[in-house]
């Protein structure tokens, strides 16, 4: 079961049309997920990450959205060619997801133990009586102190991080196969991103779904994923298992935003460190998209698109350096 793949998601295009012109928000992505597995999808604010779930999700705003392309086979069936009825029994049923203000995501006029009820009315056949035994089960799962208080609170009553545990105690109502935490920790102190990290940890050992995290942030990942997904501008341009991430990163992207981490565990310092911005996602650069900021850049990188491409054992990479299939790491 470990070993059989949960999501696949091929060439998918997700574009913006706006009076401004088009957005390439997810311009050709494509990754693969097996059952269980952690994968960090990381990479500056404005590189298409929260939209690549988004699409996955089925919570892409269409218009001014629209699909453009690709695939998103969950569990060998595309999502893209389902009917509403059959999209909602997959997406409602076998995946949930968390976003980085859970204030936004919850109903600031029901008590947390209602909204979780309500997620149980969805998904489950529970009585009145089971629903009560479950949700506070839910909240003593997710680490809340005195659930049987709390379950009677307000979402403002209560603070950042047990708002976030009450968001993955709805998220887990569903038991999902994939859980796609979109920036969970990124508005939390740093003591209670690690307290939630370690909670989803705990939660995917136990239920043993998949999860796809989504963070600006290399350090995050460090310590919570099997694999990482690296992304700029709308394109995934290094994906391998996190410790060759770490070890032997080739993307000059990744090196650098790996740079930008003084020491692993320490995160003082963001990755906006990186020199230059992200390129306008309306323009259709003709080379590398990264060619403006990269410290390698040659000229061919100004004309030709890299493709993502195999540069070591289950490990991709999307940089003309390597194009020749040798190995030029630094
Ligand atoms: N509703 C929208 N209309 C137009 N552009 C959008 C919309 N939503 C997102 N975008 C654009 O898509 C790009 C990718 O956004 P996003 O996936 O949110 O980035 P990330 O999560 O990596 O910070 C950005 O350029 C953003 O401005
Ligand atoms: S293709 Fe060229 S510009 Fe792009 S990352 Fe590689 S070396 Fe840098
Ligand atoms: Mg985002």
Known sequence: MED???????????????????????????????????????GESGCGKSVSSYSVMGLVEMPPGRIHGGEIL???????????????AVRGRHMAMIFQEPMTALNPIMTCGDQIREALRIHTRLTKTEQDARIL????????????KRMNAYPHELSGGM???????????CSPSLLIADEPTTALDVTIQAQILELMKEL????????????????????????????YAGEIVENAPVREIYRNPKHPYTQALLQSIPELGKRDKKIEAIPGRVPNLMEDIPGCPFANRCKRAMDICRSEKPELKP?????????LLYNDGSDNTR
């Open 74 to 88: 969950f569990r060998g069936k595309d999502l893209l060619k389902m009917n509403d009825r059959e999209i909602s």
């Open 4 to 42: 059989s793949i949960l999501l696949e998601v091929k060439d998918l295009k997700t574009f913006f049309h706006t009076e401004e012109g088009i957005v390439r928000a997810v311009n050709g992505v494509s990754y693969t997920l097996k059952e269980g597995e952690t994968l960090g999808i990381v």
């Open 137 to 148: 089960g839910l909240l003593k799962e997710v680490g809340i102190p005195a659930p049987e």
């Open 311 to 319: 540069v070591g054992e289950d490990h991709l990479c999307r940089c």
């Open 204 to 231: 995917q050992k136990k239920h043993g779904m998949a999860i796809i995290l989504i963070t600006h942030d290399l350090a995050v990942v460090a310590e919570s994923v099997d694999r990482v997904a690296v992304m």
């Open 163 to 173: 708002r976030q545990r009450v968001m993955i105690a709805i998220a887990l109502s």
